[in-house]
């Protein structure tokens, strides 16, 4: 093991240190959970603080339940499309939110602290902070509470590295009376056990289209209320296919309109006052107000770091974490403090959370553990030393992050895109050429189903001829993606594609289109 690193900051409590580990997790989620397995590879002790419960956001409240609520829909959906298969009727809604109800484990972490406790992983229950050089303070753990107006329960000693996983939160906007009438956030809806008449969604990003879609699958009436147009971060093509679905299925989808008030009703609901906020569609704004029984917030989160203790250490609490490509987070001296997922403001997903997770820990476990284990990473990149810059696309540096960063958006039709869009790459001073492809026109399209739509992009830096971005719309777009994304990440000449043949009759085969339009 590599010798100890002195501590010498005092905790804010003057409570005196309980337990010492090498590493110390803030954060029980897929990314803290990561990290920690991946850090105790080489012999390290690893504490993993959680304040709710083992597995996270995505488990309980994010991925997972709402992929759930979303599936019952679309394979609903996907029947109407096949002739012969007989015409599908409404969700039994009591039976989809039991299934959403068994995915969450019912809400119970049992499962997950096996999992950790099988790992050698040392669980602490509750919520850490930072409160000096590697030292954690964990406080009860209720997590609504003011954290300052907790006791102490424990006081943790990093003898190496502290991780900050903490992912992020929803951000509630500025509205007059949004706070009163107690709006649902993501956690509420993924959460919910019965389902209201009518909702009112205020935000046009990936919560609120994917929410909408299963919403109304349950029987609300749902109305979005979007700033811009849909899924602003995507090819516009995408939030146009995603618009005009949503509003074929009773969705009243209201682009360039926010909410300017809100005012709560005698029976629980909320009237909301509309203003005209941006580029509508070319329909003019609808500004007629809208009642509904709930209001979701879905304007995007931020990253936790509001009760985190970094202010102790210089950094700007309620800002993310900058960090460097091996998690190291700047502006902290020691070369001690690292983040990984939300909390670092990179990107908000949590497969990219993770892959910063496997990052993190095998810096960690390559810096400080002992190179001598059996169970130590096997790999000819040499770990960055605290301050160095990782060397790119090595198992130390998440460069993912910068070029190929997937997402998949399970609306109908889903969105799948991983890379630069057309105006971020030229953005970015690349030389580009676009080849789009109705994915309607491939074979495996039309024995799929008898209405099949869809779009499929790929954006081209021409001064390599290597695809640098991609975006499938359409049925089953994710189950496209990864191809692209190992296109992106290893940046295959369009030469070396083209013996990439693909299976007739498959959707897939949209990747031969792609060579043809380019002139291969």
């Known amino acids: 093991m590599t010798t100890d690193i002195p501590t010498t900051a005092t905790p804010t409590t003057g409570t005196a240190p309980t337990d010492t580990y090498d590493v110390i997790v803030i954060g029980g989620g897929p990314v803290g959970e990561n990290v920690a397995d991946r850090a105790g590879r080489t012999g ?53 939110l039991a299934w959403r109800d068994s995915m969450v484990s019912d809400w119970d972490d049992e499962g997950q602290v096996g999992w950790v406790e099988g790992a050698g992983i040392s669980l602490v229950r509750g919520l850490g902070r930072v409160v000096g050089e590697r030292q954690v303070e964990v406080v009860a753990e209720d997590r609504d509470a003011d954290v300052d107006d907790l006791p102490p329960s424990r006081l943790l000693t990093a003898r190496y590295a502290v991780v900050a996983a903490t992912g992020s939160v929803p951000v509630l906007p500025d509205v007059p009376g949004l706070a009163e009438v107690s709006p649902w956030t993501s956690r509420e809806v993924t959460a919910v056990e019965d389902v209201p008449d009518s909702v009112a969604i205020v935000g046009g990003g990936v919560v609120a289209c994917e929410m909408a879609f299963a919403l109304t699958d349950l029987g609300a009436r749902v109305t979005v209320l979007s700033r811009g147009g849909l899924l602003g971060r995507t090819e516009p093509f995408a939030g146009e296919a995603v618009a005009a679905s949503l509003r074929a299925a009773g969705v009243d989808v209201r682009l360039g309109v926010g909410a300017s008030a809100v005012e709560p009703l005698p029976d629980g609901g909320a009237h909301l006052v509309l203003e005209a906020t941006g580029p509508d569609g070319g329909e003019g704004p609808d500004l007629t107000p809208v009642e509904a029984a709930r209001v979701l917030v879905a304007t995007g989160r931020a990253p936790r770091t509001q009760d985190l203790g970094v202010d102790v250490l210089g950094l700007r609490p309620g800002r993310a974490l900058e960090v460097d490509d091996s998690m190291l987070v700047q502006g902290v001296e020691g070369g001690w403090l690292y983040a990984a997922g939300d909390v670092t403001g990179r990107v908000a997903t949590t497969h990219q959370g993770k892959y910063q997770g496997r990052v993190a820990g095998d810096v960690i476990a390559a810096r400080f553990g002992d190179a001598g284990t059996a169970d130590a990473p096997t790999s000819g990149d040499a770990p960055p030393v605290a301050g160095d810059a990782p060397a790119p696309w090595s198992r130390y540096a998440a460069t993912a992050d910068h070029v190929a960063s997937p997402q998949v958006v399970f609306t109908r039709p889903e969105v799948a895109a991983v890379g630069h869009t057309e105006s971020s790459a030229r953005d970015a001073g690349l030389d580009v050429r676009v080849v789009r492809y109705d994915l309607a026109n491939v074979a495996g399209a039309s024995v799929r189903a008898t209405d099949y739509a869809g779009t499929a992009q790929i954006v081209v830096d021409t ?58």
């Open 44 to 96: 390290l002790s690893v504490a993993l603080v959680e304040a709710e419960l083992v597995g996270g956001e995505c488990s309980y409240w994010a991925c997972i339940p709402s992929k759930t609520l979303l599936r019952p829909g679309a394979v609903r959906a996907e029947a109407a499309g096949v002739p012969g298969v007989a015409a599908p009727g409404d969700l039994d809604v009591a039976a989809v």
């Open 463 to 520: 001064s390599r001829d290597v695809i640098v971005g991609a975006t499938f719309v359409g049925p089953d777009a994710a189950e496209m993606l990864h191809a692209a994304t190992i296109a992106v990440v290893g940046e295959v000449p369009l030469g070396r594609l083209w013996h990439a043949v693909p299976s007739y009759p498959t959707v897939s085969e949209v990747w031969l289109r792609f060579l043809e339009e380019y002139g291969l």
